[in-house]
């Protein structure tokens, strides 16, 4: 299970009119009315009629957003029955004023990826300031969209996605032993973060220089890390994004992440690190393209050709936005030892590497490892190694060879 906690900062508003948002939020997006009946052999989504939606009310003084979120921390601990009630909840935080701060937002992954919580939010502000509209926009379903995903119309789409991942299984080695469960408490995992406020200017700017994306970026130069760790190799690395290629798809609220495989590539010491970027970037639009239209035929040939259950092992999530920010060269970023810390035993997918790109203000890169590969003595050199790559890149230019970053990757 997991659940998200969200802090939405409230305009001068009344509970009336927070009440009428929602409530219109939960007409416009069926994901928000939907509950589950798995009393059956298999599960099915049960859409319930619309009806009003009260938010509850926690009464504290808390102003500040550390406050705000603990003051709200109960939301989230709360277990969502999914059976018998859509899978969030809201409260508003009010003072003794009677002033309304923020609207706390509990939401079960089931019910929005961060494409649709970054909706909702936006769709509830918008609604608190100009109100309800008088005709709800012509929004796409979940329903429809599985219909047509399921349609003849979609058997090109969903064949080709069959075949693309045949062909990534075809140039990987045999499994190396035997593989990590797809799901399981783990202890033996650390993490640590690069961020500092130039990083986002540097990546964008080494991708202008690359004739790529900043996604495109970033993969790359994991890849080399990737090559440089004693993980297993027989497993590809994936890409986990949102599935909205499609316009029509954009204002969907639901989860529809998918994670796709991305062959590794060799590092040909004479090629610029420019050009690599450019392999890179194209085989990643292929891999997304092709994505997994159909997730059952691929977990029914990953069992075939792997011989295991379908796992995502070496993950890169990469949920930042482009962003406008002037490059800054010299810029500074201190990596402390204390950033890499020990992970408290939860539930999580077995991963080797798991590392997300959040669009904060400040942009931050995560990265969460387990220590039976990589220990944190490793991982300080590894975020620091991504740090010196993006700065030297940003300053000198691109055309780099890469036997330079590779001489340089030693953990």
């Not at 921390?73 to 899978?87: M, N, T, V």
């Not at 400040?362 to 993006?390: C, E, K, N, Y």
């Amino acid at each position: 299970m997991v659940q998200i906690l969200h802090l939405w900062q409230l305009p001068s508003t009344t509970i009336d009119h927070v009440n009428l948002a929602l409530t219109t939020l939960a007409r416009r997006h069926e994901a928000l009315r939907t509950i589950f009946d798995l009393d059956n052999a298999l599960p099915q989504q049960l859409v319930r009629e619309s009806e009003p939606v009260r938010a509850g009310i926690i009464e504290t003084n808390a102003r500040s957003w550390p406050e705000a979120t603990e003051a709200a921390r109960h939301l989230a601990a709360e277990p969502f029955d999914l059976q018998s009630h859509p899978g969030w909840s809201c409260a508003v935080l009010r003072d003794q004023s009677g002033s309304l701060n923020y609207l706390a937002v509990a939401l079960h992954h089931m019910v929005a990826d961060q494409w649709s919580q970054e909706l909702l939010k936006e769709q509830f502000l918008e609604l608190l300031t100009s109100g309800p509209p008088e005709a709800a926009p012509d929004t796409l379903q979940p329903r429809e969209l599985a219909l047509l995903q399921r349609s003849s119309a979609w058997h090109g789409r969903r064949s080709g996605a069959v075949t693309y991942w045949e062909q990534v299984m075809d140039t990987l080695p045999p499994p190396e032993g035997p593989t990590r469960p797809a799901l399981g408490v783990v202890a033996d995992r650390i993490s640590a973060t690069l961020s500092y406020p130039e990083l986002r200017a540097n990546i964008n700017e080494v991708a202008r220089l690359t004739a790529s994306s900043p996604q495109s970026v970033v993969v790359a130069l994991l890849l080399v890390v990737m090559s440089r760790v004693p993980i297993p190799q027989s497993e590809p690395l994936m890409l986990m994004t949102a599935n909205r290629f499609d316009k029509r798809w954009r204002g969907i609220v639901t989860t529809m992440n998918q994670v796709v495989p991305m062959p590794r590539f060799d590092h040909p010491a004479d090629e610029t690190f420019s050009g690599y970027v450019q392999r890179v970037h194209w085989a990643g639009q292929r891999a997304l393209r092709h994505g997994s239209y159909d997730v059952d035929a691929i977990a029914d040939l990953t069992r075939k050709r792997r011989g295991h259950e379908f796992a995502s092992s070496n993950i890169i999530n990469y949920v930042a936005p482009d962003a406008d920010t002037e490059f800054r060269p010299g810029a500074t970023s201190p990596i402390v030892p204390e950033d890499v810390g020990v992970q408290p035993a939860a539930w999580q997918v077995g991963l080797t590497m798991d590392v997300r790109v959040h669009g904060r203000n400040q942009l931050a890169i995560d990265f969460r490892v387990m220590t039976d590969h990589i220990g944190p003595a490793s991982l300080r050199a590894i975020v620091a190694w991504l740090d010196r790559q993006l700065h030297t890149l940003a300053d000198s230019g691109a055309e780099r060879p890469m036997s330079s970053l590779l001489e340089e990757a030693n953990w």
